[in-house]
């Protein structure tokens, strides 16, 4: 199953779990150093005020194994564990899992290294499964990268676009799933800054 279509049925399975009455629960984080207490990946993500007229909940949020982290791709997983990867964190938020158009997944993730120079030699190293660089940046978000994915379900399109940016010792990635035209490197943009803006409130005045 492409790895997009895979995102998906997960937010679906989160989805009906909590209208069924259930909660969907995140497996818990590989042992790990722990982060610093001011410093921990859910303080990080994106909240539901993050994301207004986007979509309208939110799915599932909880913390991130090693292996979750790397997207259960050995390479990756060598990359955080040789740099100094603390824990991970994931939060989601979605409309209908029966609706094929509009937003349909936005993905909020955030990695906590050690130290800034683990985080940025792990940064060469991590990608979204599934997408492809393209090139370009974001307004706010110099040294970030952007990945793409083009697909479609039952003959309609979806794209996924992502920026993966680093912060200190936090190396942060956004996700936007939906229809083209509907999703923009503009919406990409103003969704992730607010993120770096969190991410940026969390770290110590002066970090890089």
């Known amino acids: 199953m492409p790895a997009v279509h895979l995102r998906l049925a997960v937010l679906a399975g989160a989805i009906l779990l909590i209208f069924g009455g259930g909660a969907a629960r995140a497996r818990p984080a590989a042992s790990a150093a722990p982060a610093p207490a001011s410093l921990t990946p859910a303080t990080l993500l994106l909240r539901t005020s993050d994301v207004p007229g986007l979509v309208k ?3 599932s949020s909880g913390a991130l194994s090693l292996w979750e982290s ?17 824990e991970g964190a994931l939060r989601t938020f979605g409309q209908s899992p029966t609706s094929l158009h509009g937003v ?14 683990g985080a940025r030699a792990a940064f060469t190293e ?23 994915h083009l697909d479609s379900i039952n ?10 940016f680093r912060q200190a010792n936090v190396i942060s990635r956004v996700m936007i799933v939906g229809t083209p035209g ?16 969190r991410v940026a409130q969390a770290l110590p005045a002066g970090a890089v």
């Open 104 to 117: 349909l997944v936005i993905e909020s993730r955030a990695f906590i290294f050690a130290d800034a120079t």
């Open 126 to 148: 991590l990608a979204p499964s599934g997408l492809h660089r393209v090139a370009g940046t974001l307004p706010g978000l110099p040294g970030g990268r952007i990945y793409a």
């Open 155 to 164: 003959g309609v399109a979806e794209l996924a676009l992502t920026v993966q």
């Open 57 to 59: 909940y939110e799915a």
């Open 70 to 86: 790397a997207e259960r791709e050995n390479r990756q997983r060598r990359a955080l564990r040789q740099n100094g990867w603390l």
């Open 182 to 197: 509907t999703i923009t490197r503009a919406n990409l943009a103003a969704t992730s800054v607010r993120q770096a803006a």
